[in-house]
């Protein structure tokens, strides 16, 4: 089985600065999916970017970016020029590739982002 | 296009008493996941639904079930409530056919006293 361990349950930024969340994960599978979802205080479980597994190349989505380290099973998420309503709870989540038809994930238990002024 | 709702938003219920959660995924998508989060146990997977079967199912007691209708809306029930099945429980729909994320609903607030 799967797992995703999120080290930091909570970390500060102040805004406009720079933020890095850490992500690994545990995994015999060689092709899969990994995701970052926000969850601000409304609960509503928003996607920030993913990851396919065999592309080389870190997914940017404006101000998020990844560092994808294979090898070291690490999924990091690089928050560039915090704003106060980035502020919110962040999961990384594993999605197998063996079965493309199942969209279970699997998340780790999070990290609280505060932002401050 | 409209996103993923979830009714009722809140709901308060008495231990032993059973509870049928709604959700409406995003028009076109076909496959319904629900999940469990908790403070303590964080988000856990219990089942997915594709074309009104289930094809996934995490590790929850027979307590919780579902069903998927034919226009892709989903249900989760369960039966014989506990204390501890107190939880936010979030629904996601996707395609369900190769690689597509999933989006969330904004959740079911369930508290069992």
């Known amino acids: 089985a799967q797992t995703v361990t999120q080290s930091q349950p909570e970390m500060s930024v102040q805004e406009a600065e720079t933020v890095t969340l850490s992500c690994t994960y545990d995994t015999s599978e060689s092709d899969y999916y990994l995701f970052w979802y926000k969850q601000p205080p409304s609960r509503q479980m928003i996607l920030v970017i993913r990851q396919e597994a065999y592309k080389q190349q870190n997914a940017t989505e404006n101000r998020f970016s990844v560092n994808f380290q294979k090898a070291a099973k690490s999924f990091s998420l690089k928050i560039s020029d915090s704003q106060l309503g980035d502020a919110a709870m962040y999961f990384c989540?594993?999605?197998?590739?063996?079965?493309?038809?199942?969209?279970?994930?699997?998340f780790g238990k999070g990290t609280m982002l505060l932002v401050s002024p | 296009k409209a996103g993923v709702t979830q009714t009722p938003r809140y709901l308060i219920k008495t231990r032993g008493q059973q509870v049928t959660l709604s959700c409406s995924p995003i028009s076109g998508h076909r496959s319904v996941s629900w999940y469990q989060q908790t403070p303590g146990q964080g988000l856990q997977f219990l089942f997915e639904y594709f074309s009104e079967t289930q094809r996934n199912k995490g590790n929850f007691p027979g307590r919780f079930s579902g069903r998927q209708f034919s226009n892709s809306r989903s249900e989760m029930n369960v039966s014989t409530l506990e204390l501890g099945d107190s939880a936010l429980y979030l629904c996601?729909?996707?395609f369900g056919q190769g690689v597509h994320e999933q989006y969330f609903g904004p959740g079911t607030r369930l508290t069992v006293t």
């Open positions: 989540a594993y999605r197998s590739a063996l079965n493309s038809g199942y969209s279970t994930l699997t």
């Open positions: 996601a729909s996707s």
